[in-house]
């Protein structure tokens, strides 16, 4: 797909495809530290691919500018991931406050898993893709926000899945817990890639 040339048709694909077809955890496999590790209740899974979406989409724009207004220009293209990171980190840092300010019980309830989207690969991930793949503006930001919201998708899904299954009595004690959770994750995978061939030209 051309970026120059795309239009609304171009725009509703590309942004479907970053949620079912491209999804960061079932396509490209990023993010799944937090994806296996906040999955166990709805709510917090929630809060977390909310929390994931605003620093991916604010990611996307700020990197973007940086990269194209003052690194390319100056020739400091090296210092791309460096910078990136820092951005990234600010962005945590505001969540973070903002959360432990008005919601303590889904601040504490992401516990060490909130810092971390620091190093989310997948927050990183979707800005280095953006500039790899020649992204401009309107679709570096429609890449973090619907790949987040892809994140959203795939951890709340993941999460609904782990609460049914929680008292279940039929699964044998050697599967419950970890083991179980990355059955279903790949069971999903597979369920996922059934999307995979909608849209051949994204």
């Known amino acids: 797909m051309q970026i120059a040339n795309s239009n609304l048709l171009d725009i509703l694909l590309f942004m479907v495809s970053c949620v079912l077809t491209n999804n960061f955890i079932f396509s490209k496999f990023l993010g799944c ?17 909310m929390a994931v979406t605003f620093v991916m989409a604010l990611a996307s724009l700020f990197t973007w500018m940086i990269n194209s207004w003052v690194l390319v220009p100056l020739g400091l293209g090296y210092l791309q991931t460096i910078s990136f990171i820092l951005v990234i980190a600010a962005l945590v840092q505001c969540v973070e406050m903002f959360l432990k300010k008005s919601s303590p019980s889904l601040y504490g309830a992401l516990g060490i898993y909130l ?35 892809g994140f959203l998708l795939a951890i709340v899904l993941m999460a609904g899945i782990r609460e049914r299954i929680e008292g279940s009595v039929n699964v044998p004690k050697s599967l419950k817990g970890f083991p179980l959770s990355l059955i279903i994750a790949g069971l999903m995978s597979i369920a996922f890639m059934g999307f995979s061939g909608l849209f051949n030209n994204i």
């Open 115 to 149: 810092p971390l989207i620091t190093t989310n690969c997948a927050v990183l991930g979707v800005c280095i893709l953006n500039m790899n793949a020649g992204h401009d503006l309107l679709f570096s930001v429609l890449n973090g926000v619907f790949g987040a919201l």
């Open 33 to 49: 530290c937090p994806f296996l590790g906040v999955s166990s209740k709805v709510e917090t899974a929630f809060g977390m691919g």
